[in-house]
């Protein structure tokens, strides 16, 4: 019925439109700009499950050392469907609050020990106002943080989502990356 070009992205807006709709059920109280400006978001353990895995991309639960995500891509960019690898939404408050404040986005990992991805790229995506370019990472055998700083633009689009991608290996050659934190902080000017 439809072309695997109309098919996945289409696909992978309807999955942001459900995450995006579970999220507006998350309880009555909600966060204050000033809270998520102060305490910023952290991911850690099961947290980490709450990510989304794109068309192309891989992901494995592991629960030793805390619990983290076992990561890969076996589509490379470009080929097959459409894809931004494994990304996190930030619901509306968090994309309130973050707009037009510089923020420092941390992603803790390592390379897998089996088969090890060596380099992993990140995006932060604002859906009606742009996003980053693409970051790069070299993965090394122990656990480190690797960090980006953007400044997500204000919009006068109505309050949405925006995503924060992970593409764990650009080659799509299955090769396995660790992740075990996601912290987004705004940083203090």
């Given amino acids: 019925m439809f072309g695997d070009r109309l098919f996945y992205p289409l696909s992978v807006l309807a999955i942001v439109a459900m995450v995006a709709f579970a999220l ?6 909600s966060l204050t700009d000033q809270d998520i400006i102060e305490e910023g978001l952290t991911l850690s353990g099961p947290d980490l499950l709450a990510m989304t895995i794109s068309p192309g991309s891989n992901s494995t639960y592991v629960d030793e050392e805390g619990g983290y995500m ?14 931004i690898g494994v990304f996190l939404t930030l619901g509306q408050d968090y994309e309130r609050a973050f707009s037009g404040r510089r923020i420092r ?3 803790r990992a390592r390379a897998a020990r089996i088969d090890p991805l060596e380099q992993f790229e990140a995006r932060y995506y604002t859906l009606e106002a742009g996003r980053s370019p693409w970051f790069q990472f070299n993965l090394g055998p122990d656990w480190q943080d690797y960090s980006y700083e ?14 924060m991608a992970l593409f764990p ?20 000017e």
């Fill in 24 to 29: 507006s059920f998350g309880g009555n109280a």
């Fill in 70 to 83: 076992r990561l890969s891509q076996f589509t490379p960019r470009g080929q097959g469907p459409e894809s």
């Fill in 105 to 107: 986005v941390t992603y």
């Fill in 150 to 163: 953007f400044l997500p633009p204000i919009s006068d689009q109505p309050p949405n989502v925006d995503l």
């Fill in 169 to 188: 290996g650009a080659d799509g050659e299955s090769k396995g990356m660790d992740l075990s934190r996601i912290r987004v902080g705004v940083i203090n």
